[in-house]
Every structure is written in structure tokens, then in C-alpha cells.
């Protein structure tokens, strides 16, 4: 199997260029995935792609300063780049009438249209070095060098150790600006070192995923992150988790097959994570869906158990065994969904079946009591402190029969006594 | 009728405070004595909140000062407990209840030390004064309004303050909510505390005050209840605006005029 030998080599370290690429990635992935939780949570994630497209002149100057591609330069240009444009959106928004949102986006193209133009210059200098410059763009993992990981490590390490020392900072500014400001909290010196946060993750990032996929890599495993945790401090490990097995995932799939670029694979791996977690988190469509499966289930197998102790209530022999023409006679239910309902109740050991004759078991007895039991229970309190109708409080007990709890069951058991019948004067079933 | 007092727990000096360069509260000027429950009274865009968030610094002030155990702001901070309108958070932040008013203990302490076991228990304490301690562990986004709100009074209790300053905390609250509420109140009251609560209701705010300030842009009265529950100034609190301060305030706006000469 080639895959499994690639797979080994992969992860084996044995080559360099990969091992750089690869330990590149996840720093910058793990970083903007931390990242990218305050930045969600402050709203205003639409600056993300401010800072990422004003890094572009900053870069550019760096190279023209410089003269060659070194790391020092190129993110310093960026950095530098990226606090002018967080103070141009700051500065339009509050000495004009323009919106945040319109400054975000006016800066943003302001800054990256003299980046392409610089770029332009650049590329028509005749400086050979500065071949592979326009990698920004889209990113390139594997123009990773061994001089890169310095630069990155030294980025990341200042993130990490900004966040955990600030944790209660962030936590509390974000959660509720009025009341942090009242202990004393300085909003703006928060407000700064998010986006300094930003800055700094963008300007390690683009290098890989690209100016214009570089909000997906900050904003994505957030938003995906929110979807599992109410925890604010789970909801960024999981989400720097999240960024980190997409790094892996990206420069995997691309050192697999040679033509696939790493930064847009990495996306679509957390883009991927993104939908998994609205499908299937405790939060999800499909969950929502499961638990409305599990409800009409329960319900079923709740209702033919009940008609199944009713006809031996009527007859006043409740473990007598039954065809199913006697249920059907007994109440109506279409044939598969009866069907259905019995195998439920077999599974569960309230029913057992003899030959093509059903009867209760004594487990089953219990539970067709409690659940009818509870109905009763429910129509009399309804009449008695809701003030309705005798004759109105059927439908309502039908699905309340479903889902009363031992706890609440004992408390109305409390309060209405232990009365012998309901309102349509049935008796109510106790255990003996 | 404004009774001004000796010795107050909180002064307002000729506080104005402008959205926009337009002025929306005009010349506050009041004193409260200490372990009063205060209601703060007045239609739809008196200035209520502004009032509130002006003396807790949380917006600029035009012109004037507020003092608070004689003493600024700054210095007092941790005597002082602030309740947000429950509006102004996002409730789907990813935090749980006691999580919530566990940031209250950090009024006191520093943001860079860790809760020590007697802040959990003050906390743990607050939660269980607000009849919320079974959701301790619940995600905030799963309370209803009034839970919301006694979760954020929780927090204010943790803070362990003097004097309370509560934007609208029965607003959108459920009676169960209401009545645990002012329990809450009338215990803190008891502790010798001062509270200042922004009030929409005017016939139970007879129950609850003992102190009434009356705002319409400008403070109409302030006094014990007994003394300015008058017809009189109900009417000039709710019987329209002063359209001569209306027209000035817009005049002030458009010429963007500062509001002070120096």
C-alpha cells in the first residue's frame, strides 16, 4: 500500500523540507486558531481580512528595503503594515461619519491595491530574488524554510503566552464591556492587544494559506469550536485543535499528490471540521434530528404499550396475551407502525411475543401503570389548578404522559394526593 | 424639590452629559444619604441609564462631577457594584452561570491572580441568595430573562460592594424573578448598603424606594418618597418634555457649540 508508506515516511521526520513545512503549519495553525476565538467573540471578525490584505505594501517594502526574501523583514513590513491598518479603520470610523463595516472595507482596499502595485514595481525591478514574492497572494507552504520556523516559534510563543496572562482579561471584556470597564478593566489596552493578536497571527499566516484565505484560518475554527463547548477556555483549545488537524491534514494531502496546494486544502479541511460540527455536535441538525426520532419511538412503543394494558384493563386481566386484530380492534394504529411499536416493547423486555399472541410482561405491566398512571395524574391537575375542562385536558396529557419525570411525577403525586379516579372517572393505577 | 443632604454616600455636581455634542441629561445636581434604596424614575429618554453610566464613568461627561464616598471614582471602585441592562451582553457567549459571577470576585482582585476556595464560596453564596445555585453549571444561554438578570445581581453580590447601582433590573422579568429580586434588595439594604435602581413602574416603585429621583433630561426632584410623590411633580416629570432645553440641545448639536465655555 503506497498510502501507508507515505503516511509513515510523512510522519517519520526523516525529510527536512517536509518537517519545516510541517512545524511551520501547525505553529501557525494552533496560533490563529486561538486566536480566532477572541476575534469571533469580539465581532468584528471582518477585520481579519483588513489586516491580512493591508500586509501586502508592508511586505513589499520590507523586500525593496531589504532586498532580499528574509523573514525579519518581510514580517516587521507586515506587521507595521497591519497596526497602520487597524488605526486607519479605528481613525475613519470615528473622525467621519463612515461605518466601521465601510472603513473596514475602504482600508482594505486602499492598502491592497498599493501592495499590488508595489508588487508590480518590484517584479519589473529586475531583482531576482524576488521570484516567488507573489506567493502571498494564495500562499505557498513549501517555500517553509528552516529560517522561517525561528520567526514563527518566536510569533507563536508571544501569542501563547499573551493569552493564557490576559485570560481573564479576555474573558471578562468580552463577555461584558460596561462591567469590565466598571472594576477597572482599560478596554482599550484590550482592544489593542486583540489586535495585536491579529496582526501578528496574520502576518506568519499569509505566507502559507494567502492573503485572501487568511480570515477563513482565524474565523473557521472558532466558529466550528462553539458548536462543542460552553466553556470559554475548552472553546480555544478546541479550536487551536481543530486549526492544528487541518495544518496536518493540508500539508499531507499536498505532499501526497505534489499539484494540490496546501493553504486552500487546509481551509477546506476546516471548513469541512465547520460543517461536521453544525451536522453533528450536541448543537447540530442531525442531532436535533436524532432526538426527534427518538421521540416519535418513544411515543409509538408509550402508546401501544398503553392499549395493550387498556384491553386487559377493560377485561380486568392484564397479562392475558393478545392477537393483533384484538389491538387494532381495541384501537386503530396503522399496521407497521403497531408492528414497529411491539418490536420496541420486545426489545426492552415489556413485551414478550408467543407465537403470533403479544402479552405484557411484568415490567411491562409497571411501566403501561406509570404511563397511564401519569396521564390521569395530569388531567386531574390540569382541571384542578389550570381550570380546564374536563373534556379538554386529553390532548395535553397524551404527550405530558411522555416525558414526566420520577422527580416531577413524585411532586404531583404530592400535591393532588393519591386520588382514585380522573375526570372521566377511570381509575387511576398505583403499584401494589 | 431637590434635598440635598450632609454627608452623602454619593454626590452629583452639575453633571451634564451630551450624545453627539447634544445634551440629554442637563445639570444633574443631587445628593443621596447612605443605606437608601433609591429609584431612579422618568419617561422613555429622561437620561435613566445615562445617569447611571455617567457617575460609573462608562461614557464622557460634558461637564459637572460625581463623587462617591467623597472620593472619585477611581478610588472607590471596589466599593461600588455596577448591574448592566441583562441587553447589553451576548448570552451565547460560551461561559456558564457560575462562571459569570465568578468574574465579580475580580472587582476586588487583581485580573492576573487566580480565585482562591473563599472567592468560589462567595460566589458559590451569591447564587444560592439569588435561588440559581441548581444552575450553576448551566450555559447562559439556556435562563430565561429573569435568570439572566438574578444571575447578574449574583455577580454584582459577589463584588461584595457599598453601593449598588442597577440599570433596570426588573425589566422583562418574571414574577418568581421579581419578588427573589427585591428579597435581595431589601437584605442588602438591611447590610447598611446604598442601592440605586432605574425604574419603569411607577406604582410598585412606591413599594420598593424609600428615595425617588424623578428625571425628565433634568432631575425633577429627588427626596425621600413621602416628600416628592406628588402630584406636582409627577406631572412635571411625565407631562412632556421642556421643548425650550429640547430646541437649545439641537442647536448645540448642530453647531456642535461646546457645552462648556473652559
Avoid at chain 1, 508508506?5 to 490563529?32: E, P
Avoid at chain 1, 485543535?241 to 505534489?258: D, E, K
Avoid at chain 2, 424614575?41 to 435613566?48: E, L, T
Avoid at chain 2, 451582553?89 to 480565585?115: A, N
Wanted: charged share 20%; aromatic share 10%.
Amino acid at each position: 500500500m503506497d498510502f501507508w508508506k507515505d503516511l509513515i515516511y510523512f510522519f517519520s521526520f526523516q525529510d527536512t523540507n517536509i518537517t519545516n513545512v510541517l512545524f511551520g503549519t501547525i505553529m501557525l495553525g494552533f496560533t490563529c486558531g486561538i486566536v480566532g476565538v477572541l476575534v469571533v467573540l469580539n465581532k468584528k471578525a471582518l477585520i481579519v481580512d483588513a489586516v491580512s490584505h493591508s500586509i501586502l505594501p508592508g511586505i513589499c517594502i520590507g523586500f525593496m528595503l531589504s532586498g532580499v526574501k528574509s523573514p525579519v523583514y518581510l514580517i516587521s513590513g507586515g506587521i507595521i503594515a497591519g497596526i497602520i491598518a487597524v488605526y486607519l479603520v479605528d481613525w475613519i470610523s470615528k473622525t467621519s461619519r463612515i461605518k466601521k463595516d465601510a472603513a473596514i472595507a475602504i482600508t482594505l482596499s486602499v492598502m491592497f491595491s498599493v501592495g499590488v502595485i508595489f508588487l508590480n514595481i518590484i517584479q519589473h525591478s529586475g531583482n531576482g530574488n524576488q521570484s516567488g514574492l507573489s506567493d502571498f497572494l494564495f500562499g505557498k507552504a513549501a517555500t517553509i524554510v528552516r529560517n522561517d520556523l525561528y520567526v514563527f516559534g518566536t510569533m507563536s510563543a508571544l501569542v501563547l503566552t499573551i493569552i493564557p496572562l490576559f485570560y481573564q482579561h479576555f474573558k471578562i471584556a468580552l463577555f461584558d464591556p460596561e462591567f469590565s470597564k466598571t472594576i477597572g478593566l482599560n478596554r482599550q489596552f484590550i482592544q489593542g492587544l486583540i489586535s495585536g493578536l491579529i496582526i501578528i497571527s496574520t502576518a506568519i499566516g499569509i505566507q502559507t494559506v494567502g492573503i485572501i484565505l487568511m480570515s477563513a484560518l482565524i474565523i473557521t475554527p472558532a466558529s466550528s469550536a462553539f458548536f462543542w463547548t460552553k466553556n470559554f477556555k475548552k472553546s480555544i483549545l478546541i479550536s487551536g485543535l481543530f486549526a492544528t488537524l487541518s495544518s496536518i491534514a493540508g500539508v499531507f494531502i499536498s505532499y501526497l499528490s505534489p499539484d494540490m496546494p496546501t493553504g486552500p486544502w487546509i481551509i477546506v479541511s476546516l471548513s469541512s471540521i465547520a460543517i461536521f460540527s453544525a451536522f453533528f455536535s450536541p448543537k447540530g441538525l442531525f442531532t436535533k434530528h436524532i432526538k426527534a426520532s427518538k421521540n416519535t419511538k418513544k411515543m409509538l412503543s408509550d402508546n401501544v404499550l398503553k392499549n395493550l394494558y387498556k384491553i386487559g384493563e377493560k377485561e380486568a386481566e392484564t397479562t392475558k396475551a393478545r392477537t393483533i386484530e384484538e389491538i387494532l380492534n381495541y384501537r386503530f394504529t396503522p399496521l407497521n407502525e403497531l408492528k414497529t411499536g411491539l418490536r420496541l416493547l420486545k426489545t426492552k423486555g415489556l413485551a414478550i411475543k408467543a407465537g403470533s399472541l403479544w402479552m405484557l410482561t411484568e415490567k411491562g405491566i409497571s411501566e403501561a401503570k406509570r404511563i397511564i398512571r401519569i396521564h390521569r395524574l395530569w388531567e386531574l391537575y390540569m382541571q384542578k389548578f389550570m381550570q380546564i375542562q374536563s373534556d379538554h385536558v386529553h390532548e395535553s396529557a397524551e404527550t405530558i404522559e411522555h416525558i414526566m419525570t420520577p422527580q416531577l411525577e413524585a411532586e404531583l403525586l404530592k400535591l393532588m394526593g393519591k386520588p382514585v379516579n380522573d375526570p372521566h372517572q377511570q381509575n387511576i393505577p398505583y403499584e401494589d | 424639590m431637590i434635598k440635598q443632604v450632609k454627608n452623602p454616600i454619593v454626590e452629583v455636581h452639575d453633571l451634564t452629559v451630551a450624545y453627539d455634542n447634544k445634551p440629554v441629561l442637563w445639570n444633574a445636581d443631587f445628593s443621596i444619604p447612605k443605606g437608601k434604596m433609591v429609584g431612579i424614575v422618568g419617561p422613555n429618554g429622561a437620561g435613566k441609564s445615562t445617569l447611571l453610566k455617567a457617575i460609573m464613568g462608562l461614557i464622557p461627561i460634558a461637564s459637572g462631577f460625581s463623587k462617591i464616598l467623597n472620593e472619585n471614582l477611581k478610588q472607590v471602585r471596589h466599593k461600588v457594584a455596577y448591574v448592566p441592562q441583562k441587553e447589553s451582553v451576548d448570552w451565547d457567549f460560551p461561559t456558564t452561570v457560575l462562571d459569570v459571577v465568578e468574574m465579580g470576585r475580580y472587582g476586588k482582585k487583581s485580573l492576573f491572580k487566580r480565585l482562591n476556595r473563599e472567592d468560589k464560596q462567595i460566589a458559590v453564596e451569591a447564587l444560592k441568595k439569588v435561588k440559581m445555585l441548581d444552575f450553576a453549571d448551566r450555559h447562559i444561554s439556556e435562563l430565561s430573562g429573569g435568570q439572566q438578570q438574578r444571575v447578574f445581581i449574583a455577580r454584582a453580590l459577589a463584588q461584595e460592594a457599598e453601593i449598588y447601582f442597577m440599570d433596570e433590573p426588573f425589566s422583562g422579568v418574571d414574577m418568581a424573578s421579581e419578588k427573589a429580586i427585591v428579597d435581595i434588595l431589601l437584605q442588602l439594604q438591611e447590610d447598611g448598603k446604598t442601592i440605586f435602581v432605574v425604574h419603569h413602574d411607577l406604582q410598585s416603585a412606591m413599594d420598593y424606594f424609600d428615595w425617588m429621583i424623578f428625571l425628565n433630561t433634568r432631575i425633577v426632584a429627588s427626596g425621600p418618597l413621602s416628600e416628592v410623590f406628588t402630584t406636582e411633580i409627577l406631572q412635571n416629570t411625565y407631562g412632556g418634555n421642556l421643548s425650550m432645553l429640547e430646541q437649545i440641545g439641537q442647536i448645540y448639536k448642530e453647531k456642535q457649540f461646546p457645552i462648556r465655555e473652559s
